[in-house]
């Protein structure tokens, strides 16, 4: 039901007449009627209350009176809830009141009613009530006889009704009357509030179910009327066990407890015992993962709104909070995917273990209990903390968001890239999803007046008309010839649909059936519409441009009932307000001065033109800064100007007239600089980066490329960028709305963000990451590991997630395409920019620099003494070397590789050699490779006829030894080698259909797999197929046959893959990036383990060099390790426990070890200095010695 004032009617008192008339004709038809002293007290009562509920209290009380019952036992009330209270009290009577008194409490206190087994199991736990039902006898067993509350029911006709609540039939009021009554009778005494909620609170939680015996004690009369020596005794009171998850013996079906998910939280709140509510409810994983398998992400965090609201203790109100907004910001993914609780929370809770007694609870429990549902676990921080800016994170669309619109009310967004996708605003739920199934990206959204439909056009001149409440939609093709030109802008009222070109637009019904289509009128050569808004089908106001983004001149026209106004001239940027009677824009081509024009019309001509009215307060540089655009704010108050360096502000003060001028910023305009070499940019006139002003005035908030830049509106300072996407903003909107203080940020990303200005100033744990995507990573033994953007290589320690430093030899225009770390961790050896450098990584200094064009490959040997680099110096002059031969395509893809094997660090050449090399248009470099028993380097080489084929080298000294031409195994493009580990002499060629496995020494083809793409375990023995369209199976490598199936063949769309097995073999990980998911299956028996969404498309991805984690790299630039807790193994708890992340002092700890090692390293800096003087004479290898005995003694912390 929608809760709009329309939609309830309020029932009234009926009336004395109608009253009474009803009364006699329900006693007519009960065949009844009563003398005239009883007609009288029903008259008295009547008038002095006549509505409905009370009109029936009062029939069903009459109806038990006979014509001879004394007048003394004749009483009726004059109100409701006294009426009610007489029935209560004869029923207590009849029945008992400690039993009646019980049964109806237990109701009231219910938060959905009750079902009959349930009340009968709570009456039988009881013991104030079974005290008193068993007062003369001892039963076999103490439970409460059945029939007893059936009578009572009887004696309440109608006035408990049956209703469905979580799946189960269960009882409750039938009107509020009833339970305010209730209330008002049975828990006037808060301590017997308490007990009643306690006491369901207990049978819920499963205390005395499943044969658990209550202890009770005898009565003085049981004790004395049946000799019994004990005071106390305990029995089986027969009420059922209440697991989270109700399971078949099998095991192979289950139902979910929404009973239990229901009520619990709501008595354990009203039994004040929190600590049982943190306990098992609300810090408790299985609770959480149980009730988010089972209900909406709304229904979990009721429950934290409920505790928060009904506790005291900050502490408590601070951790729900965290709680509650961890899951918030998870909500997209957690929809979907409720199995990713334990990582969602670890992720982003792992900063608060200190000081949070229950999140330290909760994070503990998603270590034990996560990998039964989710083996993949961070092993530190690396998601958004909640208690920050960011309030939501809405997921959902497959390419980047080119437009999002919101509703009238502000409660609903509707964003547009492939799909329709909208979401509430108020609990971030994706709420339809409507795919038009056409191709290209739709471009512009417009919502009409009442949002009942949505249009937007895609770049390829179709549009799709949507109906928002059935989610039917028409696909329009362009009503245009080719010549008018493509489809330019949309326009919807409640009643049609308008789409716009070059100088035409065409009126559509909300069938999608073309009206007719209408030509600009007058001339209008060198001119273009830009945008049209229509107040109706013959009224209208059109914005013209020239059609080139290098001309600012605009042109406003409007139309009304057939009279054209003036051609207002305007440049760079214009907005009218709400009302479409004014208009803002720069009139000056000399400079950017904001003029204002008045919409005026003649009421008696009807001639209708627009006028200048003054010019606002020029605003800093406005005559060299263009405008770029122009907005009005939600309440035509703020003028709001995107300019090139930075924001202008035109405030207009509130609408009140008296207090415009004392709740004003400022006279003049306000203008919010940007930081230096931060710029606004238009990709289409009028339209440029967007700025909105918090609802309390006190702030302004832009999105400029990836951050959020806010600025202190009484001071014009910027206090604060956030980093708010790893993708270009395109769209930002506020959301103030009520207690909102929102806005609303759309990415190329994929995602759109609510952000809450209330808390942009919060403390937020910072997630280490780069500004650009993660190309490549390579890891070490130590801990340590190594990252590639295309700007910088970055050194991370593994074990507590942190980017040590970031290293770039030209810190201004480095391109860095490939790095490795050493396995002892000491040296990084990187290309970049057409260098080849050798870093020492403690000193983050480079210890070797030589030129090196066209690295295409690093590969360290001899456990990092040794790399072989593998380089292309003309590999991007391919165009100059096929203009030189004539065009030809194979000479021009025909180039010279150039292999060398340096020593580390010395980066002395040892050998180097050349050969020839096919490079193919959409394939990446293909790798040499080095055997087994690191005795030769094998290359994808070409032979006589440009075909592919093998050269093998010696790793030893280079010389060439054979070429292994590929004829036996009939492979014609090469896509990788891959060295057999288990056979030496063995290399397997891997193509788009095949591998072949081919004997160097022999040079013959030894067998060919069918489907391998090159995975393979480390003995040698198995491979790995995984197609883009879906499926992964796991090969023998012998026989080419499938041995094991970890993912049928299902159709999941044609996307890209990536499946590697572990170090150990013990897992395999597979990555499928239309769903930005990474499978984890273990190998022996092919269950999968783990199924976890990512936060950002993977980029890269390694095995830990024990097997125990994988290392993730994103386009956001973040790198997570993810450590593989499988089920089955305890002792990966124990990892878990050891890791420092886990440790709530580990930051402390950090600290003074970092305090330690710093003194340490300056006392011995001096000294060498000291030293330094002396063996200065000594010549260079006297520095060597010096500055390698630095590097080995000074060293960076690295976290146990």
Not at 93 to 109: D, E, P, S, W
Not at 567 to 576: E, N
Not at 770 to 799: K, N
Not at 1173 to 1198: F, M, N, Y
Request: hydrophobic share 40%.
């Amino acid at each position: 039901m929608i809760d709009v004032e329309e939609n309830f009617i309020e029932v009234t008192a009926l009336g004395e007449d109608l009253a009474m008339n009803v009364i006699k004709m329900w006693m007519k038809t009960a065949c009844r009627d009563l003398n005239n002293y009883q007609w009288r007290l029903v008259a008295n009562a009547i008038s002095k209350c006549s509505l409905p509920i009370f009109v029936k209290l009062v029939f069903a009380e009459i109806c038990r009176w006979r014509s001879y019952t004394r007048p003394q036992e004749t009483h009726l009330a004059n109100t409701v809830m006294d009426s009610i209270m007489l029935l209560f009290e004869r029923v207590e009577k009849q029945h008992g009141r400690i039993l009646v008194f019980h049964a109806l409490a237990y109701i009231t206190a219910s938060k959905s009613g009750l079902s009959e087994s349930e009340l009968e199991d709570l009456i039988s736990l009881d013991d104030k009530v079974l005290d008193d039902v068993y007062q003369y006898h001892l039963p076999p067993t103490r439970r409460i006889p059945p029939l007893l509350w059936t009578r009572i029911r009887n004696d309440l006709p109608n006035y408990l009704s049956e209703r469905e609540a979580d799946g189960v039939n269960v009882m409750n009021w039938y009107h509020r009357q009833f339970r305010d009554t209730a209330k008002e009778r049975y828990f006037k005494n808060m301590n017997m509030a308490i007990y009643f909620h306690s006491m369901i609170a207990d049978y819920y939680l499963g205390i005395w179910g499943g044969g658990v015996p209550k202890p009770f004690k005898f009565t003085e009369i049981q004790r004395h009327r049946f000799g019994l020596a004990d005071k106390e005794g305990s029995a089986d009171r027969k009420v059922p066990i209440q697991p989270l998850v109700f399971s078949s013996k099998d095991g192979l079906s289950k139902r979910y407890n929404l009973r239990k998910f229901g009520e619990l939280p709501f008595h354990f709140v009203r039994s004040r015992r929190f600590k049982d509510l943190f306990e098992h409810v609300l810090f408790n994983y299985d609770w959480l993962h149980a009730k988010l398998s089972s209900c909406p992400l709304q229904a979990v965090l009721a429950d934290f709104e409920d505790a928060s609201s009904n506790t005291d203790d900050k502490e408590a109100k601070r951790e729900l909070m965290l709680v509650s907004d961890a899951l918030r910001l998870g909500g997209a993914i957690l929809a979907i995917y409720p199995n990713m609780l334990a990582p969602q929370l670890v992720g982003r809770l792992l900063p608060e273990i200190g000081g949070n007694p229950n999140i330290k609870m909760l994070l503990r429990a998603c270590d034990r209990s996560g990998p039964k549902d989710c083996a993949l676990i961070p092993v530190n921080h690396c998601l958004h903390t909640p208690g920050g800016p960011l309030k939501y994170s809405l997921e959902g669309h497959q390419f980047a968001v080119f437009a999002f619109c919101l509703t009238s009310d502000m409660r609903y967004m509707v964003s547009i890239s492939t799909h329709f996708i909208t979401f509430d605003l108020s609990t971030s739920d994706l709420t339809r999803d409507v795919n038009p199934g056409i191709e290209g990206i739709m471009q512009q959204l417009v919502l009409s007046p009442d949002n009942k439909w949505a249009a937007a056009y895609s770049n390829n001149n179709q549009t799709v008309l949507l109906n928002m409440l059935s989610s039917e939609f028409v696909v329009i093709n362009s009503p245009f010839e080719e010549s008018h030109g493509p489809v330019s802008g949309l326009y919807l009222l409640n009643q049609n649909l308008f789409i716009t070109c070059k100088l035409r637009w065409a009126q559509f019904d909300m069938r999608g059936n073309l009206v007719d289509t209408f030509e600009v009128p007058g001339e209008n050569k060198d001119w273009e519409i830009l945008t049209m808004e229509f107040f109706n089908p013959a009224d209208y106001n059109v914005v013209f441009w020239s059609g080139s983004i290098n001309d600012m001149r605009l042109r406003l026209d409007s139309c009304r009932g057939g009279h054209y106004s003036n051609c207002q001239l305007l440049f760079s940027a214009m907005v009218m307000n709400k009302a479409r009677t004014r208009a803002y824009g720069c009139a000056n081509e000399e400079n950017f001065e904001v003029s204002v024009f008045d919409f005026i019309e003649d009421e008696v001509t009807g001639d209708i033109c627009w006028t200048l009215v003054e010019s606002l307060p020029r605003f800093e540089n406005d005559d060299k800064e263009m405008l770029l655009q122009l907005r009005l704010d939600q309440h035509d108050r703020m003028l709001l100007g995107t300019a090139g360096k930075g924001f202008v502000i035109w405030d207009f003060g509130s609408k009140d007239k008296d207090a415009a001028e004392e709740c004003r910023l400022r006279e003049g305009a306000l203008y919010l600089a940007l930081p230096h070499g931060v710029r606004n940019i238009t990709t289409r006139i009028m339209q440029s980066n967007s700025i909105m002003v918090s609802s309390k005035l006190d702030y302004a908030v832009a999105g400029v490329r990836k951050n959020l830049y806010v600025w202190c509106l009484q001071s014009g300072q910027l206090a604060k960028v956030l980093d708010a996407h790893f993708g270009r903003i395109i769209q930002l909107e506020p959301l103030t709305i009520g207690n909102w203080n929102n806005l609303v940020t759309s990415s190329i990303d994929r995602s759109v963000k609510v952000w809450n200005i209330n808390n942009i100033f919060e403390k937020v744990h910072v997630i280490d990451r780069h500004e650009l995507q993660i190309d490549d990573i390579s890891l070490s033994e130590v801990d340590m590991a190594v990252t590639v953007t295309r700007s910088c290589v970055g050194v991370w320690e593994t074990r507590s997630g942190r980017l040590l430093s970031k290293l770039a030899d030209s810190p201004l225009g480095a391109i860095v395409t490939h790095a490795e770390i050493t396995p002892d961790g000491r040296y990084i050896i990187s290309s970049e920019t057409g260098k080849f450098l050798v870093w020492n990584r403690v000193s983050e200094q480079v210890v070797f620099r030589d030129d090196q064009p066209g690295i295409q490959q690093i590969t360290l040997m001899d456990y990092g003494y040794k790399v072989l680099t593998v380089s292309v110096p003309n590999i991007n002059q391919r165009d100059i070397l096929a203009a030189a031969a004539g065009g030809s395509s194979d000479e021009a893809n025909r180039l010279t590789a150039i292999t060398t094997m340096r020593s580390v660090p010395e980066g002395a050449i040892l050998f180097r050699f050349e050969f020839p090399i096919r490079m193919i248009t959409g394939m990446p470099f293909r790798q040499s490779v080095i055997t087994a028993d690191n005795a030769y380097i094998v290359v994808v080489t070409v032979d006589k006829s440009n075909k592919d084929c093998l050269g093998v080298y010696s790793a030893t000294n280079g010389a060439f030894v054979s070429k292994v031409l590929l004829k036996g195994c009939s492979i014609k493009e090469v896509i990788s080698l891959v060295p057999m580990p288990h056979k030496a002499n063995q290399v397997a060629v891997i193509s788009s259909e095949k591998g072949s496995v081919m004997d160097i020494k022999t040079k013959k083809h030894v067998r060919s797999i069918a489907k391998w793409g090159g995975s393979i375990t480390r003995d040698g023995k198995c491979g790995l197929y995984a197609p883009t369209r879906g499926g992964l199976e796991m090969l023998e490598l012998r026989k080419g046959t499938t041995v094991k199936t970890f993912i049928p063949k299902v159709a999941e769309g044609v996307f890209s893959v990536i499946c590697i097995f572990t170090e150990n073999d013990e897992y395999v990980a597979y990555y499928h990036s239309g769903r930005k998911t990474i499978r984890v299956f273990r190998t022996a028996d092919t269950e999968m383990i783990a199924n976890y969404r990512l936060q950002a498309e993977l980029t890269a991805i390694k095995s830990s060099k024990d097997g125990r984690a994988i290392v993730l790299g994103t386009v956001d630039g973040c790198m997570s390790v993810l450590a593989i807790v499988d089920p089955k193994k305890e002792e990966m708890n124990e990892y878990l426990n050891d890791l420092p992340s886990r440790d709530e002092n580990w930051k402390a700890k950090l600290a003074k070890m970092k305090a330690r090692v710093g003194f340490k390293a300056a006392i011995r800096v001096a000294t060498i200095s000291s030293r330094y003087a002396k063996t200065s004479k000594g010549g260079e290898d006297g520095e060597e010695e010096l500055l390698t005995e630095i590097t080995e003694d000074i060293v960076v912390p690295v976290a146990d």
